[in-house]
C-alpha cells in the first residue's frame, strides 16, 4: 500500500518562505522521479517542479524558477520544495507526485498528470496574502 504523505504547508505573506515536505512509504522500489503539482481554485493543476533520482536534472515552472527549489533524500523516498519570495498567485493546494513514466520537462507539462504519476498524495494548502 503505497502512501504519500505532505506537510509544511501554511499560511505566510508575500515575500515569505515555506519549505514542503512529502514523504513516500510503501513503494515497491525507489522512485525514479519526483514532483510537486500545485492547483488553485477555479484552475487547472499545474507542474511545479520535478526532480530524477538518476542524475539529479531538475525542472521548474518558468513562474517560479528562481525562487522554488526541489530537492530529495533517496534514502528516505522524501522529497522537498523549498519556496521563496513567495506572492499572491501560489496560493494553491500543492501535491506530490512520485514514479513518472516520461523524462524530462514534460512530465511537468506534457500529458495528463494522472496519466504520467503513478501516486499522488492528498496536498497541502498554502496561502500567501
Known amino acids: 500500500h503505497v502512501q504519500l504523505v505532505e506537510s509544511g504547508g501554511g499560511s505566510v505573506q508575500a515575500g515569505g518562505s515555506l519549505r514542503l515536505s512529502c514523504g513516500a512509504s510503501g513503494l515497491p522500489s525507489s522512485p525514479n522521479c519526483m514532483a510537486w503539482f500545485r492547483q488553485a481554485p477555479g484552475k487547472e493543476r499545474e507542474g511545479v517542479a520535478s526532480i530524477f533520482s538518476n542524475g539529479g536534472s531538475t525542472y521548474y515552472a518558468d513562474s517560479v524558477k528562481g525562487r522554488f527549489t526541489i530537492s530529495q533524500d533517496s534514502t528516505k523516498n522524501t522529497v522537498y520544495l523549498q519556496m521563496n519570495a513567495l506572492k499572491p498567485e501560489d496560493t494553491a493546494r500543492y501535491y506530490c507526485?512520485?514514479?513518472?513514466?516520461?523524462?524530462?520537462?514534460?512530465?511537468?507539462?506534457?500529458?495528463?498528470?494522472?496519466?504520467?504519476?503513478?501516486?499522488w498524495g492528498p496536498g497541502t494548502q498554502v496561502t500567501v496574502s
Open positions: 507526485a512520485v514514479d513518472c513514466y516520461s523524462a524530462g520537462r514534460a512530465v511537468l507539462s506534457g500529458r495528463d498528470p494522472d496519466d504520467e504519476w503513478n501516486f
